[in-house]
């Protein structure tokens, strides 16, 4: 290996490890909320999205914005692999659930996702509830927005739609997040004070 060809793999693994891993976290829980509900299927979408960004990190422009970068190549990744998967029956070990029924002693009585940990920490369980009866595309613009932080043009830019239609997707979504937690936020001594 000559001198230039490590200096390059070196740069190539400096700017992954300082600009691509700090994301990991994110990704997997976003993976997990809005795509696969299914933590091992989540870590492999995560690991493929990481094998690809790793793979082309060649058209990465370095100082740009790589949350959004990992985003779009995880979503492409999902949209290309995962939901072929989707269509497939889902795989049970019957083994592993023959005595799920019985809540003491069973291998899953204490087991917490990170969809019910960290979303429901963050969001509490009704608004979690709430936004899981969004339509896919309603839940990705809301959660890219509101809990991810993206801008309306990374969003754009992310999920390949005019920065119009993302508009009002999230429009829709907040105000159909709104309707479906009504009754909620009166029992909890929440008003909508807005006609």
């Known amino acids: ?25 994110a ?4 993976a997990l909320h809005s ?24 058209s990465y422009q370095e ?3 790589a949350k959004a970068w990992l985003f779009k190549i995880m979503y492409n ?3 290309n692999t995962y939901r072929k998967k989707k269509k497939r029956p ?4 019957f083994e592993k659930i023959k005595n799920l029924n019985n809540d003491e002693g069973n291998e899953y009585s204490n087991v917490v996702t990170i969809d019910e940990d960290v979303f429901g920490l963050m969001l509490g369980d009704e608004v979690s509830r709430a936004i899981e009866q969004l339509t896919d595309e309603a839940r990705t613009v809301l959660l890219l927005s509101d809990i991810m ?4 043009e990374e969003i754009a830019a992310l ?7 993302v508009r009002s997707r999230l429009f829709r979504a907040r105000n159909t997040l709104k309707e479906i937690l009504k009754d909620y936020g009166k029992s909890v001594g929440i008003q909508d004070k807005r006609k």
Do not use: C
């Open 1 to 25: 290996m000559t001198l230039t060809t490590r200096n390059y793999r070196m740069r190539k693994e400096k700017i992954f490890e300082e600009e691509m891993m700090p994301h990991v976290d």
């Open 149 to 152: 932080d993206f801008k309306y």
């Open 63 to 65: 100082g740009t914005n």
């Open 90 to 93: 889902n795989e049970v070990d």
């Open 35 to 58: 795509f696969t509900r299914n933590e091992e299927d989540a870590n492999d979408l995560v690991q493929d999205t990481m094998l690809k960004a790793f793979s082309s990190i060649d």
């Open 77 to 79: 990744t999902y949209i």
């Open 159 to 165: 999920l390949d739609i005019p920065i119009g239609t």
């Open 27 to 30: 990704l997997l829980n976003y």
